[in-house]
């Protein structure tokens, strides 16, 4: 595809369950990014895989938040348990990697934890 | 105090006017300075960057940063209605590679 998707566009779902959002980064992209955008917090980055290294997850705000990303390619966040204060517009990038500084978000996953 | 700041405006204009938003930072690790505009309920889309001090321009849009005295600016000239938007600056650590927002601008140009 010509840019980064995300699937859902829009996720509601009940305190306490489990969600899965998706990304899609562009084709040749080594490196992907997830960010979370609210309303009090801003852009805040969640974490950032490169080729086959260890994902940098500092920025994941409790072990509720997992990411995985498969094949190189695709990539999951799961939030378990999810709480009210998890509702946020979670946003995915990528980039070439290495030499790449120019990230190309996608248009979000909208949550809301009812 | 955030890493980065930025006055969130609303900031009004009419249009063909010259718009200056700015941001301060405060690590020093910062190399690559990024400008990123974001339209209602869209992802952001990065406008450009710049890398380390100086200027760059393009189009009507100039970015230009000072590390002396961490201050990170953007240029609109000729403002458009299109323009309208939130725009967000967000350098980044090389090291680190994640990128550190502002919280972001919003800009209205009046038709």
């Known amino acids: 595809g010509a840019g980064v998707s995300q699937s859902p566009s829009n996720k509601v779902t009940e305190k306490g369950k489990d969600v899965e959002l998706r990304c899609d980064p562009i084709?040749?992209?080594?490196?992907l990014y997830w960010y979370r955008q609210s309303l009090g917090q801003g852009l805040e980055f969640l974490i950032y895989f490169q080729g086959n290294s260890a994902p940098d997850k500092s920025g994941l705000p409790s072990d509720r938040f997992s990411a995985e990303r498969t094949g190189g390619s695709v990539s999951t966040l799961t939030i378990q348990r999810t709480q009210q204060e998890d509702s946020a517009v979670y946003l995915c990038a990528s980039s070439f990697g290495g030499t790449g500084n120019e990230q190309f978000f996608g248009p979000g996953t909208r949550l809301t934890v009812l | 105090q955030k890493e980065v700041e930025q006055d969130p405006g609303p900031l009004s204009v009419p249009e063909g006017a010259i718009v200056s938003l700015n941001c301060t930072y405060s690590?020093?690790?910062?190399?690559?300075f990024m400008w990123y505009r974001q339209y209602s309920r869209k992802g952001p889309e990065l406008l450009m960057y710049?890398?380390?001090?100086g200027n760059k321009e393009d189009g009507r849009f100039t970015a230009q940063v000072d590390k002396s005295s961490k201050y990170i600016s953007l240029f609109i000239r000729d403002s458009q209605p299109s323009d309208s938007a939130t725009y967000l600056c967000?350098?980044?650590?090389?090291?680190?590679?994640?990128?550190?927002f502002g919280s972001g601008t919003r800009l209205q140009v009046q038709p």
């Open positions: 084709s040749g992209h080594t490196a």
């Open positions: 710049t890398y380390s001090s």
């Open positions: 967000a350098p980044m650590d090389t090291g680190r590679r994640a990128l550190t």
């Open positions: 690590n020093s690790a910062f190399q690559y």
